[in-house]
């Protein structure tokens, strides 16, 4: 009986990962007006949240919180919010579906081209190797879902990479060295494509 008791609450830690969406929701009601409420952005600076990994959410957090990513527009919103807070918020936005956009035609053969076989003349891999081939990302290694995800931020998001504004560690690294060899058409294209990927 006390086994079987234990084997549940082991089984819940292993399945539920370390934030609690429950109380995460009471935690992102600064965040809303940016993020939307359930983690849809509205507008295209703002990076939709909704369906995003918790181990990506949680590691930007952690990032932009310590100052590693600096998020003008966040600014001190993180300062009150203690490690626990921050994988409760991440466990709250990824338990959200992310809704899907619309992609440009002119854009979509371009996109889907570069996506998911890359372009071997420049040294560029398919995107769909890391962030799969629906954009959903890939959890367990914390690379981030970009199914739906607003083109604007998308965009900059590879800008920033390409320019070296937003490097801190492997990861980002691992994005710089691919966005620097984008041109600005092929990546509009990419930002495109993504949105309406699923
Ligand atoms: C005034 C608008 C604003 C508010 C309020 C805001 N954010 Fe942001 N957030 C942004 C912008 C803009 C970015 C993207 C910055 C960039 O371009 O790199 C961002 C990025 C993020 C990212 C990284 C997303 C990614 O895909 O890498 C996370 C996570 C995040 N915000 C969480 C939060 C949380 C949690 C709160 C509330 C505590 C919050 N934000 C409040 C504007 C806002
Ligand atoms: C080898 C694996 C890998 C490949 C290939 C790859 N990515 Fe990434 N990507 C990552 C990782 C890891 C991150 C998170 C980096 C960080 O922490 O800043 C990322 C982040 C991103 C982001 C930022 C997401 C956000 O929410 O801020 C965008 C946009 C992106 N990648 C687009 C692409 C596109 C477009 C391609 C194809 C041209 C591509 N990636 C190819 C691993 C990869």
Same mark, same amino acid.
């Given at each position: 009986?006390?086994?079987?008791?234990?084997?549940?609450?082991?089984?819940?830690?292993?399945?539920?990962?370390?934030?609690?969406?429950?109380?995460?929701?009471?935690?992102?009601?600064? !965040?809303?007006? !940016?993020?939307?409420?359930?983690?849809?952005?509205?507008?295209?600076?703002?990076?939709?949240?909704?369906?995003?990994?918790?181990?990506?959410?949680?590691?930007?957090?952690?990032?932009?919180?310590?100052?590693?990513?600096?998020?003008?527009?966040?600014?001190?919103?993180?300062?009150?919010?203690?490690?626990?807070?921050?994988?409760?918020?991440?466990?709250?936005?990824?338990?959200?579906?992310?809704?899907?956009?619309?992609?440009?035609?002119?854009?979509?053969?371009?996109?889907?081209?570069?996506?998911?076989?890359?372009?071997?003349?420049?040294?560029?891999?398919? !995107?769909?190797? !890391?962030?799969?081939?629906?954009?959903?990302?890939?959890?367990?290694?914390?690379?981030?879902?970009?199914?739906?995800?607003?083109?604007?931020?998308?965009?900059?998001?590879?800008?920033?990479?390409?320019?070296?504004?937003?490097?801190?560690?492997?990861?980002?690294?691992?994005?710089?060295?691919?966005?620097?060899?984008?041109?600005?058409?092929?990546?509009?294209?990419?930002?495109?494509?993504?949105?309406?990927?699923?």
């Amino acid at each position: 009986m006390k086994l079987k008791y234990l084997t549940v609450i082991v089984t819940a830690f292993i399945f539920l990962g370390a934030g609690d969406p429950n109380s995460g929701k009471d935690k992102v009601a600064v !965040c809303a007006g !940016c993020h939307g409420a359930d983690g849809n952005s509205l507008v295209g600076i703002w990076p939709s949240l909704a369906g995003q990994n918790e181990k990506y959410l949680l590691k930007q957090l952690r990032l932009v919180k310590s100052g590693d990513r600096v998020i003008a527009s966040m600014t001190g919103l993180l300062d009150n919010l203690d490690d626990s807070d921050l994988q409760d918020i991440a466990a709250f936005y990824q338990s959200n579906v992310n809704s899907i956009g619309v992609v440009d035609e002119s854009k979509v053969d371009l996109g889907r081209k570069l996506y998911y076989a890359g372009n071997l003349e420049k040294g560029v891999p398919a !995107c769909s190797a !890391c962030h799969s081939p629906k954009g959903l990302g890939n959890a367990p290694a914390a690379y981030p879902l970009l199914s739906g995800q607003q083109p604007e931020y998308v965009a900059k998001a590879l800008k920033d990479y390409r320019s070296g504004e937003r490097i801190n560690e492997e990861p980002s690294k691992i994005m710089a060295a691919i966005a620097y060899k984008l041109d600005d058409a092929e990546i509009d294209a990419l930002s495109s494509f993504v949105h309406g990927l699923y």
